[in-house]
């Protein structure tokens, strides 16, 4: 089962009180197709949206997505309201920004419960439904930094890296039953997200990182004047999805690509670095 062409197309969308998702429930309701979003408030939300978006075919939706059962409530209700399920969008997330011995227990609790625990929340509630019709789209977003690491981004790395070996293995598993897989990868874009709505500090810090100190300013200056446009890269999104998928990962921006390849280069180098002496722990040959 395609991309559906004679009816809305209903789709399942985490974190859409501001940034690219909310970017994107605006095109999908503009588009036509039907909306579950999810959210910590409705009311952000739709404040957010404006008076001037039709919210006929917005069903809001207040969910911690660390509740599975709140999350399983939600896929059911959005289920229920719209006849079925075709798209789900794992967006929701924030940033952290600290050296990794400044992170607490607590701290990465935190963002592995949005980033990893939340997905798999979303995907255990919405799979089965998917599976049945034998058809739908997964979209996991991830970030560049899910291929490639920078210091003082150590703890979101670790959310995104997960995010990425999840969403490899998920691809593999539903092929068959015809749920395309993309892991979404995008650079620096002109949202919140380097705001202190969405970009986590540290506590408490240590002197000894003061280069990370500088980046975290550097970071927060950098806001309104990042390269990517978020309407640009939600109607990639979009059209990614309704055109039928493409490759695994779709990156979005050309820093992200920059990053990405140079990521490449270097593991490129460390494997032909290997190649002598990995086979030196295999047995011997018979």
């Not at 055109?243 to 990962?249: Q, S, Y």
Request: hydrophobic residues 45%; negative net charge.
């Amino acid at each position: 089962m395609g991309f559906p062409v004679d009816r809305p197309a209903t789709w399942f969308v985490t974190g859409t009180s501001r940034g690219l998702g909310l970017e994107v429930v605006k095109q999908l309701l503009a588009r036509g197709d039907n909306v579950a979003a999810t959210t910590r408030s409705t009311e952000r939300l739709l404040a957010a949206l404006g008076e001037g978006v039709d919210t006929t075919r917005l069903l809001p939706l207040a969910v911690d997505l660390r509740d599975e059962a709140a999350v399983g409530q939600a896929v059911a209700r959005t289920a229920e309201r719209f006849g079925g399920l075709d798209v789900v969008v794992n967006n929701a997330g924030y940033g952290f920004l600290a050296a990794v011995e400044e992170t607490t227990d607590r701290d990465v609790r935190a963002m592995l419960d949005v980033q990893v625990v939340g997905v798999w929340n979303v995907l255990r509630a919405a799979l089965p439904v998917l599976r049945e019709q034998r058809g739908g789209h997964v979209v996991n977003v991830s970030s560049v930094l899910g291929l490639t690491a920078v210091p003082g981004w150590g703890l979101y790395c670790a959310g995104k890296f997960a995010l990425e070996g999840l969403s490899e293995a998920l691809a593999a598993e539903v092929a068959d039953f015809g749920v395309g897989v993309t892991i979404v990868e995008p650079g620096y874009f002109r949202t919140d997200f380097l705001t202190r709505d969405s970009l986590a500090l540290p506590a408490a810090t240590t002197d000894a990182y003061p280069a990370i100190r500088e980046m975290t300013a550097n970071h927060l200056q950098l806001q309104g004047s990042q390269l990517g446009d978020p309407v640009r890269g939600a109607e990639r999104i979009i059209a990614n999805v309704v055109e039928g998928g493409g490759p695994l990962r779709q990156l979005l921006g050309s820093d992200s690509h920059a990053y990405a390849t140079a990521k490449v280069d270097a593991l490129r180098a460390n494997l032909d670095a290997a190649a002598a002496t990995a086979p030196a722990t295999d047995f011997p040959a018979a």
